[in-house]
C-alpha cells in the first residue's frame, strides 16, 4: 500500500464512488507513471481523507476508504516574512513535508517580494505535491499575503487551524482560480492576553470554538531570548502553535514591539544568524522533533 502513488482530488472531481480524473491526471498516471486499466492509487483531498483508487480510463473508481495517522499531534501556524526571489517556494516545499497546518506569507518593512496572483497558486501547487510525496493526510491552508503588522491587528485571533472549514485560505484545485472561502472576513483587535505567548480559547472554523490554547512566538536573532525549544517544553498536545519568522535584515523594533503587544514571545534559535529561507524550516523542525517526541513517548 505504502508504494501506490497518491494524488490529489478536489472536491469537485467526486461523483458518487467516482472519481473525475482531469486531463493533466490522466496523463500522469498514464504516460508519466506508466499506471493501466485496472491499477491502483490512493487518492487525497488534503482535508484528512485518503482513498484506494482504481483506474478506469477517464475516470477512477473507489474502492475504500483508508485511514492514516501522519500528522502533528499539534496545529501549527507559521507566520513567514517573505524572502526574495523564489525562497518562499523552498519554504513552503519543506515546511509542508515537516507537518505546517497553515502558511501566512507577511510582508514586514524589510520585505522586498511583493508577490503577484500566480505566485499564489504556485504556493499552493508546491504544497500539494509536498503533501503528496510526503504522505501527508492534509494540504496546508496558505492565506494570502499581508502586511506583518495588519495580521497582528486584524487577522491572529482568527488565524484557522487548517483542519476546519470557513478559513480565509487558498483551497482550490491548482488549475482554478484561487478564492476565498466563505467565512474569510477578520476580526478587528486581539484578545486579552492570558500570559506571555499564551491566548484564551479562539473560535475555529465556523461557529466551532476551539478550546485548546494557542502559544504564539516570534524568532529573533538578536537579544537575549530563550531558546524556541526550552519555551515550547510545557505546550500540550491539545495546544495550537503560531510561529513567526522575519525577513532579511531582521524585524524592526517597532514590529517587534507591536507583536509583543500582540501576545507573542520572543525566541531565540540559537547563536548564529539564519536566512530568511533557513528559519521558518529550522523553527518548525525544533517544534515537530519535540511535538513527536512527547506523543511517541506517550504512546509507549
Known sequence: MSQLQRIAIAPSQFQQEQILLTKEQQHYLERVLRLRGGD??????????????????????????????????????????????NGFDDVVRCCTELGVAVIVPVVSDRTLLHPSPQKLQRWLRIAQEAAEQSERSFVPTILEPVSFITSLATQTANF??????????????????????????????????????????????VGKPSFALSHRYICEARGSYPHLTEAINQVSTTSEIIIATGPEGGWTDKELKHAIEAGFQPVSLGRRILRAVT???????????QLESVAFNGAS
Open 160 to 205: 484557522p487551524s487548517g483542519r476546519t472549514s470557513g478559513s480565509a485560505a487558498l483551497t482550490q484545485s491548482p488549475t482554478e482560480k484561487p478564492v476565498l472561502r466563505e467565512g474569510s472576513q477578520s476580526v478587528a483587535g486581539v484578545p486579552p492576553v492570558v500570559g506571555p505567548g499564551v491566548f484564551p480559547p479562539q473560535v475555529s472554523g
Open 279 to 289: 528559519a521558518p524550516i529550522v523553527a518548525l523542525s525544533v517544534v515537530a522533533a
Open 40 to 85: 491502483r492509487f490512493i487518492a487525497i483531498n488534503g482535508k484528512g481523507k485518503w482513498w484506494l483508487a482504481q483506474l478506469e480510463g477517464e475516470k477512477a473508481q473507489i474502492l475504500e476508504s483508508l485511514t492514516v495517522e501522519t500528522e502533528l499531534p499539534v496545529s501549527i501556524t507559521l507566520m513567514v516574512a517573505l524572502p526574495k526571489g
